[in-house]
Structures are given as C-alpha cells and as structure tokens.
C-alpha cells in the first residue's frame, strides 16, 4: 500500500496535514502499518511560517520509508523545503516550484496616523520593543536586526535544500531567488527531478519501496 498525504494550503499551525502535528500524526502512522511500503506527499501549497516549514522539513528528512512528492499547482517556500527532503520529487511543467527565500513584513502607519491626528503613547520596558507595532518608522539599526534575522532564517532554508537535494549550499543560494520556477525549469536545475502527474508519483514510490 502507498499512503498518499496532502499538503494543502498554508503552513503553519492549525492541526491540518499542511502544520507539522497533523504530518507526523500522518507519517506515524505510515511508519507504523507494515502494510504501507512508502508515502506521496501531494503538495500544493504556496508555504507560510517558517518555523513550521522547519519542523515539517525534519519530519519528512526523519521518515523511514520512501517519500515521494507529486506538486500539484504550487509547491513554493516552506512548502518546497518540506518537499526537498523526499527521495523523489515530481512536478508539472507549469507548477510554480521553488521560491526559495524569507520574508517579514512590519507596516508603518505612522504615516496615515498623523494624517487622522491619531497619536499612540506605548510604554516598553526597552527602546525596541515596540519595533515590530507598527506606529512609527524603524530605526537603521531595527532595520538591520530584522534583516540579520532574516538572513538567519534564510540561512537554514538553504542548507535544508542543499541537503535533501544533495546540491552544494552555493549552487541552491543561486537559485534562493525568492521566486519560483516553473516545473520545466526546476528539473533543470535540480530542484525536482521529472515532469510527472500524481500517478507517475505513486508508480515511484512503488518502484522505491
């Protein structure tokens, strides 16, 4: 038997097969059922945080039987690092693929609030704490301690691919793009491995197991 998994919709934390608990309840159960040889994770899913991305990624990485990923329309960002850890990954010619990279995003609306007359006093217990508020602009070195963090965070993205793809970290940072490929450019590239639908996923992960 191959047990066939979704990952659809945004990562993060709701419980869902798309949040790292509702995997490892999936793959624990894969991996134990002696009846079930190997696992297609049918990803379609543009990603979302970061952290959850990371934990889902170990999961797959941790797994001790075949994994296949089959994308369907769209396996970008956290989504794609979780894919990279299968032993196989197919793609379509026109899926978004990849997106390798970190966002954050902080609105400054002090801007609009000074227009409506709206003033906020905040007390914080240190000068940036309230950076991330949204009420007023960041200072140079707020800007520089989120992009450090980001760069931080990238930083792991790009080892967890370099390592389920087997690429060395400088051939994955120059495809760390931030966008996506299409399926024909990922095979390419390495990112996936051949054009195929979701049955040609289960044939290989058949042919694995």
Do not use: C, W
């Not at 994770?41 to 170990?58: D, I, K, Y």
């Not at 990954?89 to 693929?97: E, G, L, W, Y």
């Not at 240190?126 to 070195?141: C, F």
């Amino acid at each position: 038997t191959i047990a066939v998994i979704d990952i659809d919709g945004t990562i993060g934390y709701d419980g869902t097969t798309s949040s790292p608990e509702g995997l490892k309840e999936q793959l624990d159960i894969a991996s134990e059922n002696p009846r079930i040889k190997a696992v297609v994770l049918r990803v379609n899913s543009g990603g979302g945080e970061a952290t959850a991305g990371e934990e889902m990624t170990t999961y797959v990485r941790e797994f001790d039987k075949p994994i296949v990923v089959s994308s369907a329309s769209l396996n970008a960002s956290a989504a794609y690092e979780t894919s990279s850890q299968a032993d196989y990954i197919f793609t379509a010619k026109t899926t978004s693929i990849g997106a390798i990279g970190t966002a954050m995003q902080i609105t400054d609306m002090s801007g609009l609030m000074d227009k409506l007359g709206i003033t906020v006093d905040t007390i914080t217990s240190s000068e940036s704490k309230d950076s991330s508020y949204g009420y007023r602009p960041l200072t140079e070195d707020e800007r520089q301690y989120y992009q450090d963090m980001v760069d931080q965070i990238n930083e792991t993205f790009i080892d967890s691919v370099a390592e389920g793809r087997h690429m060395s970290v400088e051939d994955v940072q120059e495809l760390a793009t931030g966008m996506t490929f299409t399926g024909m450019e990922a095979v390419e590239n390495g990112l996936a491995d051949e054009i195929g639908t979701r049955e040609d996923a289960l044939d290989k992960a058949a042919e694995l197991a």
